[in-house]
């Protein structure tokens, strides 16, 4: 399974796009990406996940670059309820590894 | 909506007792897993059940044990709790054949060995 990297933390201004990076070099062909997030105090939330296309739902957009080996989620109106650790997942089974994450704390 | 309910929010327990945590889920899901969160190592896979008494170790089984005699319920023991036990555990469920982000997650455990 593709391990992942994203810095430990991240701040951004209520209002603006938050960018959540994410590297996974070691992506195969049939690993999806998947993002969730943990608001403090409570289990992780799923956000949105991708193969190879770009993708956007209510809560977010997911842009993967053409080699797979990289991603980055968008919030584009970070709010001060976006703070919380994001989680980049990359897997290929029912069983989802959690690395880190990023803290991304949203600020007034 | 899918609920996947945890028996305690806060559990404070001594070194060497049993602790039971439980977790319930309403949405009929064969699978179900336990995680701990701990600071700087994010979510650790501890055990999983893709049936009724069924397990799988996870990442981190070593002085835990799961029991899954109903469906709906999947229960994490620890059979002699220990210090580096204290954390946060997670429960989550999911049906097989659904796409692997669809784990629901339970609101955590918070657990303190004394």
């Known amino acids: 399974d593709a391990k992942t990297t994203q810095p430990p933390s991240m701040d951004c201004a209520e209002g603006r796009a938050a960018n959540l990076p994410c590297n996974h070099s070691?992506?195969?062909?049939?690993?999806?990406v998947y993002w969730y997030r943990q608001i403090h105090s409570q289990g992780p939330q799923y956000i949105i996940h991708?193969?190879?296309n770009n993708e956007t739902n209510e809560m977010a957009s997911l842009i993967i670059t053409e080699d797979r080996k990289s991603s980055t989620l968008i919030l584009p109106h970070a709010t001060l309820r976006d703070t919380a650790v994001y989680y980049c997942?990359?897997?290929?089974?029912?069983?989802?590894?959690f690395g880190t994450g990023t803290r991304l704390q949203v600020f007034p | 909506d899918v609920k996947v309910t945890q028996s305690s929010r806060y559990l404070v327990k001594r070194t060497g007792e049993k602790v039971f945590l439980e977790c319930v889920q309403d949405?009929?899901?064969?699978?179900m897993f336990w995680y701990r969160q701990d600071p700087g190592l994010g979510l650790r896979l501890i055990y999983f059940?893709?049936?009724?008494?069924?397990?799988e170790k996870g990442d981190i089984p070593e002085g835990y044990s799961v029991s899954r005699e109903k469906k709906e319920r999947f229960s994490l023991i620890l059979e002699s709790a220990s210090t580096n036990q204290t954390s946060m555990y997670l429960c989550?469920?999911?049906?097989?054949?659904?796409?692997?982000?669809?784990?629901?997650f339970g609101p955590g455990t918070r657990l303190t060995v004394t």
């Open positions: 997942i990359v897997r290929a089974t029912d069983k989802l590894i």
């Open positions: 070691t992506i195969s062909g049939n690993e999806y």
């Open positions: 991708g193969l190879k």
């Open positions: 059940s893709y049936d009724v008494k069924m397990k």
């Open positions: 949405m009929d899901h064969e699978n």
């Open positions: 989550a469920s999911h049906r097989p054949g659904s796409p692997p982000y669809e784990q629901y």
